[in-house]
């Protein structure tokens, strides 16, 4: 087989500012060892996160154009609309800012004390919006997902056992939904399977829980389960995502991952009664429900890029990018999170760093590393973004300590990642140097962003 090529010509250009490891030494100590806290001119290669990173398509500039800023009833809403409806099934369809918006609205509504949200894994801004209305969010993911460097096909799965066992204690009255995150962000960019998802819809039906999917990267998990699914291989990714869709009640999305914008994000759902709730506070928070916190013209940037990543030469060239830097690293005996997930690689940072214990935050550490050594912005998925404190102050660490290399949409080329692997390669070779981390100042809530650390002495 030749060469899977990227799938697209390079129309406009940015340039990036290099800078010296000495020069880097001192701008990590001056962000208090925080890639958020970085300037971009800052870092060489960007892979804090795929999301509202993406190149835009020369379509999706020209749709910029056409876009309408009616504040009601812009045809640059009903071209949105249309598309989400024709891809999803889904008749309801309301716009936010961004996914975090959609999970603000849908988990002030359906939250609260007392209240409990099951899932495979949610991603760090959903738990926090489940935890800030008071409700409680539970991780039921498959017993190989927790196994980082063990290879299954499906490792985003729900352990479905664990999900009856806490329906039945919790009592479904107090569930108001299940949420399918696809793929699995924080579980590593892991792939959910149909039979999975099918088994949850029935589980859900039984126990009248309304089931819904975090569709952030719905494209790439609908490509892994052509792939990797017997029954699918002959289907097209769009027909995959309708048979996805049909066993939602609703999903929550941000468009800034699988429909290549820089901005935005939707609700879709069945139900009238509760999009008339979210429409309200929509309103008071976003704003009208034909633009919700958008431009006529992101909503045009959506409508087109939600198409196009349907494309699958584009799906092909993105899910063999991310194996291919995967296998890079396997090949030099790095531990990383294997198979490759869909958007991101995640190196595995207790057995990479050893001697660093958790409460000294090894993700953490190699993230450093990773920055002095080539420039490179990668972000901690373990204990820095997930730990929690026992009465006594002790961290309750998370249940892996990953690092994770998220690759933007259309923007890196195969020498910018051959760069990568070479740096990495080079960090692990001198792993037993890296010092472990402490937190001199940290925010109550989601600390990762803000949290100011330095090395432990
Ligand atoms: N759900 C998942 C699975 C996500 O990965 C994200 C964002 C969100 C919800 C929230 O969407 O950022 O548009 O508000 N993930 C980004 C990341 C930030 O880097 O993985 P948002």
């Given at each position: 087989?030749?060469?899977?090529?990227?799938?697209?010509?390079?129309?406009?250009?940015?340039?990036?500012?290099?800078?010296?490891?000495?020069?880097?030494?001192?701008?990590?100590?001056?962000?208090?060892?925080?890639?958020?806290?970085?300037?971009?001119?800052?870092?060489?290669?960007?892979?804090?996160?795929?999301?509202?990173?993406?190149?835009?398509?020369?379509?999706?500039?020209?749709?910029?154009?056409?876009?309408?800023?009616?504040?009601?009833?812009?045809?640059?809403?009903?071209?949105?609309?249309?598309?989400?409806?024709?891809?999803?099934?889904?008749?309801?369809?309301?716009?936010?800012?961004?996914?975090?918006?959609?999970?603000?609205?849908?988990?002030?509504?359906?939250?609260?004390?007392?209240?409990?949200?099951?899932?495979?894994?949610?991603?760090?801004?959903?738990?926090?919006?489940?935890?800030?209305?008071?409700?409680?969010?539970?991780?039921?993911?498959?017993?190989?997902?927790?196994?980082?460097?063990?290879a299954a096909p499906f490792k985003g799965n729900l352990d479905i056992e664990l999900l009856k066992k806490h329906i039945l204690e919790i009592g479904a009255g107090n569930i108001p939904l299940v949420l399918i995150t696809v793929t699995n962000n924080s579980g590593g960019g892991q792939p959910v399977s149909m039979k999975n998802i099918r088994a949850v819809r029935q589980i859900c039906?039984?126990?009248?829980?309304?089931?819904?999917?975090?569709?952030?990267?719905?494209?790439?998990?609908?490509?892994?389960?052509?792939?990797?699914?017997?029954?699918?291989?002959?289907?097209?990714?769009?027909?995959?995502?309708?048979?996805?869709?049909?066993?939602?009640?609703?999903?929550?999305?941000?468009?800034?991952?699988?429909?290549?914008?820089?901005?935005?994000?939707?609700?879709?759902?069945?139900?009238?009664?509760?999009?008339?709730?979210?429409?309200?506070?929509?309103?008071?928070?976003?704003?009208?429900?034909?633009?919700?916190?958008?431009?006529?013209?992101?909503?045009?940037?959506?409508?087109?890029?939600?198409?196009?990543?349907?494309?699958?030469?584009?799906?092909?060239?993105?899910?063999?990018?991310?194996?291919?830097?995967?296998?890079?690293?396997?090949?030099?005996?790095?531990?990383?999170?294997?198979?490759?997930?869909?958007?991101?690689?995640?190196?595995?940072?207790?057995?990479?760093?050893?001697?660093?214990?958790?409460?000294?935050?090894?993700?953490?550490?190699?993230?450093?590393?990773?920055?002095?050594?080539?420039?490179?912005?990668?972000?901690?998925?373990?204990?820095?973004?997930?730990?929690?404190?026992?009465?006594?102050?002790?961290?309750?660490?998370?249940q892996l300590e990953l690092v994770r290399l998220a690759i933007p949409r259309r923007v890196y080329t195969q020498s910018h990642i051959d760069y990568v692997a070479e740096v990495i390669i080079d960090v692990f070779e001198r792993r037993n140097g890296i010092k472990g981390m402490q937190i001199i100042e940290e925010s109550p809530m989601l600390r990762h962003f803000t949290a100011k650390?330095?090395?432990?002495?």
């Open positions: 087989m030749k060469t899977i090529i990227e799938p697209f010509r390079i129309k406009s250009v940015e340039p990036i500012y290099f800078n010296t490891k000495e020069e880097r030494e001192v701008i990590l100590e001056k962000a208090f060892y925080n890639p958020f806290l970085i300037h971009s001119n800052d870092v060489l290669i960007d892979l804090l996160t795929d999301s509202g990173t993406s190149a835009m398509s020369s379509n999706q500039w020209a749709g910029i154009m056409q876009g309408d800023e009616s504040y009601a009833g812009s045809p640059s809403f009903f071209r949105f609309e249309k598309a989400i409806q024709d891809i999803t099934g889904l008749p309801i369809v309301i716009p936010t800012h961004q996914g975090r918006a959609s999970e603000k609205i849908l988990f002030s509504i359906l939250g609260g004390k007392g209240k409990y949200f099951l899932s495979n894994t949610l991603f760090d801004t959903t738990r926090a919006n489940i935890e800030f209305s008071g409700a409680e969010g539970i991780d039921c993911l498959c017993e190989e997902g927790k196994l980082p460097t063990v039906t039984e126990h009248n829980i309304p089931l819904f999917i975090d569709a952030c990267r719905f494209a790439e998990n609908c490509y892994f389960i052509k792939l990797r699914e017997a029954g699918y291989e002959n289907k097209t990714v769009r027909e995959i995502a309708a048979e996805l869709f049909s066993y939602a009640d609703g999903c929550t999305m941000s468009a800034k991952k699988d429909a290549f914008a820089n901005i935005g994000g939707f609700l879709a759902m069945r139900s009238e009664e509760l999009a008339l709730n979210c429409r309200n506070l929509l309103v008071i928070t976003e704003g009208f429900p034909t633009y919700g916190g958008l431009a006529g013209r992101d909503l045009e940037a959506i409508a087109i890029g939600i198409n196009e990543v349907l494309d699958e030469h584009y799906l092909q060239y993105r899910i063999r990018s991310i194996e291919y830097l995967t296998n890079k690293l396997i090949a030099a005996g790095v531990p990383v999170m294997q198979p490759a997930g869909g958007h991101a690689v995640y190196i595995d940072a207790k057995q990479f760093l050893p001697h660093i214990p958790v409460n000294q935050y090894p993700g953490q550490a190699f993230v450093g590393a990773l920055y002095i050594e080539g420039g490179i912005r990668s972000v901690e998925i373990g204990s820095l973004m997930f730990g929690k404190y026992d009465d006594n102050h002790n961290l309750i660490p998370a650390l330095k090395p432990v002495e």
